[in-house]
């Protein structure tokens, strides 16, 4: 059994095709797949017909990059790990091998690197207010999310430089994708760096700002419970991971289970978030109903009563259009 835990998710190996998990872990991952893909792609709709785009908040920017990088997530790594717990072997290549596994570390560190941005952005507004519309600015946001995928594809260059495609002993005829280091020492430094800065210490930068924010907000508390659902989702893969690297992880049907959790919870992330969003904002749920009224069951009203309204209620109007 291999667990491959250089990507952090595990998306090559061999496992026993036999059992349950043949079925059941596709199935799992099917709902997944669909529920992020659908929730995620939702998002991005609403931000993305928001017709105020010059007020349109540093909030929604980095809402939307979150949403990019769980879509490309789900995409680049769900259908690949599915396969791997009902086909015996590797079945799309050396390409794919190390194109999806660099992937897909690149977008778990986008949205890692995300959630700190939004929580020092809400920081910002609630402890710094005065300075906040110098600095919470779109030309800002994006160059912070520009920022973000630059470094997420430098820190992951690793893994598509020792993810290999391979034969095994015990199976010559079969192809896996494996992640091979030819110095134990520069594997467990990568491994620790990874996590240090893809989880420890994004851990301690989001949590300090948010518990420093007296009084906060609603907004402020959907961006604690999107950071407290990711940092549950991914803590057992990383235990699990820390677990193979420095100590003897056992390889039974019990480790094998908790193995197939952490996947399950890892991934089913990337769909928690849209879920949050709808559930807990209230601005979140105007900005749908805005995008997707029928007009042929709700007609606009005149456009002399358009007019007056939001010449009179323009300030009101305008923070509840452009701030999800």
Not at 11 to 32: M, W
Not at 148 to 173: G, R, Y
Not at 242 to 270: K, Q, T
Not at 286 to 312: G, H, W
Request: with cysteine; charged share 10%; aromatic share 12%.
């Amino acid at each position: 059994l291999l667990l491959n835990t250089g990507n952090l998710t595990a998306c090559a190996g061999e496992e026993d095709h036999g059992g349950p998990e043949a079925v059941i872990v596709p199935v799992i991952f099917g709902c997944i797949f669909l529920l992020g893909v659908v929730g995620n792609s939702l998002v991005m709709i609403v931000i993305g017909k928001i017709k105020a785009r010059r007020n349109r908040s540093t909030t929604n920017i980095f809402i939307l990059n979150l949403s990019i990088a769980d879509l490309l997530f789900l995409l680049f790594c769900v259908p690949f790990q599915a396969t791997i717990y009902s086909l015996p072997e590797w079945i799309f290549g050396a390409f794919l091998c190390k194109c999806v596994h660099y992937l897909v570390m690149v977008c778990m560190l986008v949205s890692i690197f995300t959630l700190v941005a939004m929580s020092v952005d809400r920081y910002i507004a609630v402890v710094h207010s005065k300075k906040s519309p110098c600095i919470r600015n779109r030309r800002n946001a994006l160059t912070g999310v520009c920022v973000i995928w630059a470094l997420s594809f430098i820190f992951s260059i690793p893994v598509a430089q020792h993810q290999i495609l391979t034969d095994h002993p015990e199976a010559p005829n079969s192809s896996f994708c494996w992640e091979a280091w030819y110095a134990s020492a520069s594997k467990h430094t990568y491994k620790v760096t990874i996590l240090v800065i893809g989880y420890l210490l994004p851990l301690g930068l989001i949590i300090s700002p948010l518990w420093s924010s007296v009084n906060p907000q609603p907004s402020a508390q959907t961006v604690l419970l999107v950071v407290a659902a990711f940092l549950t989702c991914w803590m057992p893969h990383h235990i699990i991971a820390m677990w193979v690297e420095f100590g003897v992880f056992p390889l039974n049907d019990a480790s094998f289970a908790l193995r197939i959790i952490s996947h399950c919870l890892a991934y089913g992330n990337s769909c928690i978030n849209p879920i949050l969003y709808a559930f807990l904002s209230e601005n979140f749920r105007k900005a749908c109903r805005q995008v997707f009224t029928c007009r042929f069951l709700y007609p606009p009203p005149p456009q002399e009563k358009v007019v007056r309204i939001r010449m009179e209620n323009f300030s009101t109007t305008h923070s509840i259009t452009t701030n999800i």
